[in-house]
Each structure stands twice: as C-alpha cells, then as structure tokens.
C-alpha cells in the first residue's frame, strides 16, 4: 500500500511563500468488507453493552520543514441513545492551539492551529466509548411512508430538503437507468426497497481497496461496477435522493472482531430518513443495515465534506509528503470498580 497515494493535492503556488498543499486523509482508507448481514451474532445476543477502544493515528512525514495550515478534525464519535464517551486523548504533535466546536450537523469538530514550521504532523486519537447493542430491526414507520413512493410531510420536507437534493446532478440518468434495470423504481415497502437496494450494491459489485483521495462519482462507480466503501455509500445515497429518499453520507468506524488484531479501519456508509423511525443507516459495503458495530463519527450532505483528518501546508512545490494511518478498535471488559472494606 502507497500512503501517500491519499494525499489530496490541489497546488496553489506563491512566489514568497511556494505551494499551498491540500492534506485529507478521507474516510474508508482501508475498509473491511464483511457480508454478514442482519441480526447481530449469538455473542453479541449475550452482551447488551461493550467498551470499545478506539485508536486512530494519522501521521505525514515531510523531506523539510513545511508550515502547516489549520486542520480540522472529526474523530470524536456521534454520542446518542447507544454510544457514550467514557473518555478521550488527542495528542498532537508539533505544537499546536486546539479548539473544539459542534457543527451545523452537530458533529464535534476539532480545529488545530499550529505554531510554527514542522517537518513532521502527528494526530494520535483515543477514546473509549460504551456502545450498547441496538437492534436496527425495532423501529416502525409512519402509516403513509409503508410503501413506497411516498412524500414527506411537509414540516419535515423544509428541514430534509438539503439531503433531498443531488450531490451529482450530471449523474442522475445513469442513476435512473441503473435503478430502473434492478427494478427499484416500482411500487414497494419502502424497507424492502432499501433493503433491496443496499444488498444489490454489496452483491454485485467488487469491492476496491482505493488509494486515491475524494469520491468517485455514481456515474464511474457504475461504470466501472467496484468502488471503495465511500464509493458505494455516494451511490447508495444518490440513488435514494433520486427515489425521492433524503439520505446523508456518515464517515466512522467499523468494528469486528478481526479489528482485536489491529486490523480495523475508518468506514464510510449512508442513512436515510424514514418517518417514523428517524434516521436509519445502511451500508451497502457489506449489505446490512447499520447497528452494534457501526460507530458514526460525522454526518454530511456531501460524501466528502467529512474526511477524519483535513487540513493544507505551503511548503517547496513538488513535495510529497508519506501519510500513514493507523487504526483499531478493540473490545475489552473494565476493571470492575473496588469499594473499601
């Protein structure tokens, strides 16, 4: 694997002060792709709430000093009625001011600005949550949004209309011809719609470890039918905006078992507003519906405006920076607390 491969670079060269570089580590640098769908296991039945441990390191290396440009940062995961932060290190390094806010979205949002020349950027997230099982399956829609199609009502259409709208409005008859092709146009339950849908993606198309930055577009993920998981996920969600389904792109973490051996990842997946049952994730990398081992860390109108890490540098142009990113999360069970005899 090539890290610097992930390096988003949009040159922005100044005479005094040399190459303005763009650095974003997006979400889904490496992905797991598990096709186990549906209920959780028999293991997971008998535990109603784990302690996840979450590292996530990101580290660029530069040939020389470079002056670094405020980053932004969101890695601190979505807190909701099944996550809850027991705690929380962020250690960064060269010397730094940190500044935390909560977005539009209310995503916790971390904005690091730096002090002086560095020739190295080291960003060392830690957390501990508690994650309790949430069966994805108990929730029930509203009467008139059953089938679909269905239109919202319109207090929620005002709040919905930004995720209603296309991120990619010269894909959208490809969309169509594709989603007329799986037969997803016609009338259904709108969950075996998007159920549908979700599986079709994780069925038949290949799944691509991909290096280069950004989104691929619906239109070339279809051409080309494989895709990293943030790819699918901007499928997925346009396909739903076409069905007239507002949906947003989610960047987070994964969790599996395999992930105790280091072996874990940031994930990217969508969800989509069903009245009724709120919103609800999906992810078509692996076909199942969004639950236990799913850990949103931002939500987003579009696919990228959330990679974990973002952030520019000027520097001498040509430079190439090494990123390497590190990432796991692991269960463990907590000390039990000792009370004085």
Not at 51 to 79: A, G
Not at 263 to 290: C, I, M, Q, R
Request: charged share 25%; proline share 8%; net charge neutral.
């Amino acid at each position: 694997m090539s890290p610097a491969a992930n390096v988003l670079i949009r040159g922005k060269r100044s005479s005094s002060e040399g190459c303005k570089v763009d650095l974003r580590a997006p979400a889904g640098y490496v992905c797991l792709r598990d096709r186990r769908a549906g209920p959780a296991s028999d293991n997971d039945r008998q535990v109603p709430m784990r302690h996840l441990n979450i590292s996530h390191v990101t580290e660029y290396r530069f040939s020389q000093p470079v002056s670094l440009l405020p980053h932004r940062l969101l890695l601190r995961p979505r807190e909701s009625h099944n996550v809850r932060i027991e705690s929380s290190e962020l250690a960064i390094f060269p010397a730094h001011t940190l500044q935390w806010k909560r977005d539009v979205l209310d995503n916790s949002v971390a904005r690091v600005g730096f002090l002086g020349p560095a020739d190295r950027l080291r960003i060392a997230s830690s957390l501990v949550i508690q994650h309790y099982e949430d069966n994805p399956f108990d929730f029930l829609l509203d009467d008139y949004a059953v089938i679909h199609p269905f239109d919202y009502a319109e207090e929620d259409r005002i709040e919905l209309a930004p995720f209603l709208q296309a991120v990619y409005p010269a894909d959208q008859e490809r969309v169509q011809r594709w989603l007329d092709g799986r037969g997803l146009q016609r009338s259904m339950p709108t969950f075996t719609l998007l159920d549908r849908m979700n599986r079709e993606i994780a069925s038949r198309f290949l799944y691509r470890l991909r290096e280069e930055p950004g989104v691929q577009s619906p239109a070339l993920t279809l051409a080309r039918n494989c895709g990293s998981c943030r790819d699918f996920a901007a499928l997925f969600m346009e396909a739903c905006r076409r069905l007239g389904l507002a949906s947003r792109f989610v960047s987070g973490y994964l969790f599996t078992w395999d992930t105790d051996a280091g072996n874990a990842s940031t994930h990217a997946w969508a969800e989509v507003y069903l009245p009724g049952a709120g919103w609800k994730g999906f992810d078509p990398t692996s076909g199942e519906v969004t639950g236990s081992r799913h850990i949103a860390a931002a939500v987003a109108r579009h696919p990228e405006a959330v990679p974990p890490v973002a952030g520019s540098y000027l520097g001498p142009p040509g430079q190439s920076p090494l990123l390497s990113v590190a990432v796991r999360v692991s269960a463990f069970a907590p000390e039990p607390l000792r009370v004085p005899v």
